[in-house]
């Protein structure tokens, strides 16, 4: 009926095609096109497709022309305008079936007599995006309409398709805060310096954003160093543009990792004066949080199961007025989404979509994540701001094609800083002369023991699990460290209760406490720990620094971008030269010291390895990211510490136009676009990881309690319970990489949480998990034979 109705109304092209998918698909997922409508419309089987469209519609139509053909007349009538009739439709139906022209529909994506796939001619340029638009809504109004029909509870259309925004005004009002406290406290010329810079870029770029809201242009970059306060000029910029735009639009805010999401979020509650559990103005969105909007004002007899399942709904769909969520989130919605994934997308008309970091996107989707901006741009009327210090050429498509640049000059901003030099080691001069010569471990771990007795902090970043774990190894040998890891343990078994409500000063406070000035102090932090100890861990390492104390600080790459931490030096395995001035951004990042000193090395394959760590993770598929980034470096180094300047400008222009030249992003993908491949799509994922293996572990009597009660509630067929528990356990779950088919053997002796939940439990207070939990090092395999285990 979908098609008859859009073709007796006049639509044209691929129209009639655009509602037979949505209308088809709009309980299930969308599939790949072509294979779909084949086997709907051509093929002469007896597959449920078949008996849907040849059986099925005729008994419906039939029991419909009986009892409610009036009503089927005259929502056929309203819907074409007069155009189309019920018995028109039966009319229709019947000479197509007659004359076997189901074939008609088909021929919109398959061509010839003989129904044979035709790459890119039948499909017109836009229509995935016509799909995805109409599929996205009728589902969302299909699930809300569901909603009010089926309990008490009624989604107020005013949440539905509008919502508040933050007010800019309320940034404002933060940094007169700021700007005040600092005057009172007193802060040195160098604080007082930064701070200027900090808001003369952000009215600066306020200013760019207002002329650019006026403008025809829909895409911008803002380009800052590290440090300068780009979270609260991004919000800023987001907010002056979305207050010039007409409509319900929303400020969305995309990151690229989980471990740096709650750090915005919680910025952005103490700025706009919001709580994301209980404000429909902010919501989270990411795979370890709550995602919910809350509902006012329904009866007080209705069930809290039933209030939160609508509150998940909306949450689920994005209506609050800002959200904070990943480049998962925003760009697996876009390109294939399932189901409950595509009622976000009508949230996103007018809005405002601010990408934080976006040169963090694997490279094999920077295509087609300039596809899906143009599909936002201009389906969705959406404007993008692209965010960073090592801003990619990632929306340009030529040299004469750029898009607006909303800091003036941002050469200035970078020109005048001093707060760090980049020393190459021996190991990397080697390879920039294509001789690598990595350096040992014990080498390695005796460098960072030697600059930390000194009383600097340190910060190590490596590119693996295990190449992290050898490295603290080496430095326990050689600084004999008070190891803070061990400490929080102590903390947890002492104050037991919930790890969120041990505070980081508590921690640094014990430490303290049985700390010898002659000794450093060491923190080791990778994705093997739970993500409620990464956080608390990271909080930690803040406080150390602030403190002065010397600390070494060795992590994965998790701790690179976006978190708020300032060491005095800072190594970092070596990687694409993003990565690496990313990873500077957490040396002397308030100019709170004098000069700091950025090192970058090679280090050797981990015991068991064959490839470099820096090899492993950045070469792969014919390109080597690290030899791009020695080439780039290559033409700017004489021998000498680099100032920030050659190295964050000069050397990370070189290396995008490098990598530029050789060509980025995967051409299926941009195909599967054009050929409506919406199943494929959805078999894409940002995160490229092998299959893995959930372990929920729990190191207090409180988290103990929560399985039992998920285990209980398992057999008491309690879902709501079974729900509830499992979000809250989310941030006690590890996932551990599994990269041979006997690997899960080695979790054999773990307890299953239940057979119908494929997680497994660790209890770190058991003896019997001491093989698979250590306080230091997280989640440990007894046999860690497996590949390297990445970030």
Not at 28 to 46: C, F, N, S
Not at 59 to 73: G, L, P, R, Y
């Amino acid at each position: 009926m979908a098609y008859y109705v859009l073709d007796a109304a006049g639509f044209e092209s691929d129209d009639p095609l655009v509602g037979f998918l949505t209308v088809a698909r709009h309980h299930g997922q969308l599939p790949d096109t072509a294979d779909y409508v084949r086997k709907a419309t051509a093929e002469r089987d007896e597959g449920p497709l078949h008996r849907l469209f040849r059986e099925d519609t005729f008994e419906q139509v039939a029991n419909i022309d009986a009892n409610e053909s009036t009503v089927a007349d005259a929502l056929i009538d309203r819907s074409t305008g007069g155009e189309g009739s019920w018995e028109g439709f039966c009319e229709w139906l019947h000479e197509i079936h007659e004359q076997d022209r189901f074939t008609q529909i088909g021929k919109h994506v398959l061509g010839g007599r003989k129904l044979s796939f035709k790459e890119s001619e039948q499909l017109s340029e836009e229509f995935y995006d016509g799909v995805l638009q109409t599929w996205s809504a009728l589902v969302l109004a299909d699930k809300t309409s569901a909603r009010h029909l089926t309990s008490e509870v009624d989604l107020p259309s005013e949440m539905i398709y509008g919502s508040p925004t933050p007010r800019r005004t309320a940034i404002d009002a933060k940094v007169r805060t700021l700007q005040w406290d600092a005057k009172r406290s007193g802060v040195d010329d160098r604080t007082r310096s930064l701070n200027e810079k900090r808001e003369q870029a952000r009215r600066e770029v306020r200013s760019r954003a207002e002329d650019f809201a006026e403008s025809s242009d829909s895409v911008a970059t803002l380009t800052l160093p590290t440090g300068l306060g780009k979270t609260l000029t991004g919000l800023d910029a987001g907010l002056t543009v979305l207050d010039r735009k007409a409509g319900d639009g929303r400020l969305v805010y995309a990151l690229p990792f989980t471990s740096i999401i709650d750090q915005v979020a919680t910025e952005s509650e103490s700025v706009f004066d919001v709580d994301r559990v209980d404000s429909d103005v902010l919501t989270v969105d990411h795979h370890l949080s709550e995602t919910r909007v809350p509902l006012p004002g329904s009866p007080e007899e209705v069930p809290d199961d039933t209030r939160a399942d609508a509150e998940a709904i909306l949450g689920e769909s994005w209506r609050s007025g800002m959200v904070v969520t990943t480049f998962v989130q925003l760009f697996e919605s876009l390109a294939g989404p399932g189901n409950v994934q595509s009622m976000k997308l009508p949230s996103l008309y007018d809005s405002v979509v601010v990408l934080d970091e976006p040169q963090a996107l694997p490279h094999r989707w920077w295509a087609l994540v300039e596809r899906l901006a143009r599909l936002l741009v201009e389906e969705y009327d959406a404007t993008v701001i692209a965010m960073t210090a090592t801003q990619p050429k990632l929306f340009t498509g030529s040299e004469d094609d750029e898009t607006a640049e909303l800091v003036p000059d941002p050469e200035r901003y970078y020109e005048g800083l001093d707060r760090v030099r980049f020393e190459l080691g021996p190991s990397v001069e080697a390879a920039l002369d294509g001789e690598p010569a990595p350096l040992d471990y014990d080498r390695a771990g005796q460098r960072l023991a030697e600059v930390a007795s000194e009383g600097a902090s340190v910060l190590s970043i490596c590119n693996t699990i295990d190449s992290a774990r050898e490295l603290t190894q080496s430095v326990e040998q050689h600084a004999n460290p008070l190891v803070v890891n061990d400490v929080y343990d102590r903390v947890l078994a002492s104050e037991g209760g919930k790890p969120a409500d041990i505070s980081p000063e508590l921690t640094v406070e014990r430490a303290l406490d049985g700390w010898d000035s002659d000794r450093p102090l060491l923190v080791h932090l990778t994705t093997r720990h739970r993500p409620v100890d990464r956080k608390h861990l990271i909080d930690v390492a803040i406080e150390l620094t602030e403190h002065e104390l010397p600390v070494v600080f060795v992590s994965t790459q998790l701790i690179e971008a976006g978190v708020d931490v300032s060491f005095d030096r800072v190594f970092r395995d070596f990687a694409p030269l993003d990565s690496i001035v990313q990873a500077a951004g957490r040396c002397n990042r308030s100019f709170d010291r004098e000069t700091g000193l950025v090192t970058t090395w090679v280090l050797e394959p981990p015991e068991g390895r064959e490839r470099t760590p820096s090899a492993a993770v950045y070469d792969y598929g014919g390109d080597s990211l690290t030899k791009i980034a020695a080439l780039a470096l290559a033409e700017v180094y004489d021998g000498d510490p680099m100032d920030e300047y050659t190295v964050t400008r000069s050397a990370v222009e070189s290396y995008f136009g490098k990598l530029n030249e050789r060509g980025v992003g995967n051409p299926e993908y941009l195909k599967h676009i054009k050929k409506a491949d919406a199943e494929t799509l959805g078999r894409l994922s940002l995160i490229d990881e092998p299959p893995s293996v959930e372990v929920i572990v729990t190191r207090t009597r409180e988290e103990k309690i929560h399985i039992d009660e998920l285990r209980d509630a398992y057999r008491e067929y309690d879902w709501e319970t079974v729900e509830a528990k499992t979000e809250l356990l989310k941030p006690l779950q590890v996932s551990v990489p599994m990269y041979g088919s006997d690997d899960e053997e080695l979790f054999a002796h773990c307890s299953p949480i239940d057979e119908r939940d494929d997680r497994l439990h660790i209890d770190a207070r058991q003896a019997r998990f001491d093989d698979y939990f250590d306080a230091t090092e997280g989640v440990v395999t007894p046999d860690d034979s497996v590949e390297a285990r990445l970030l």
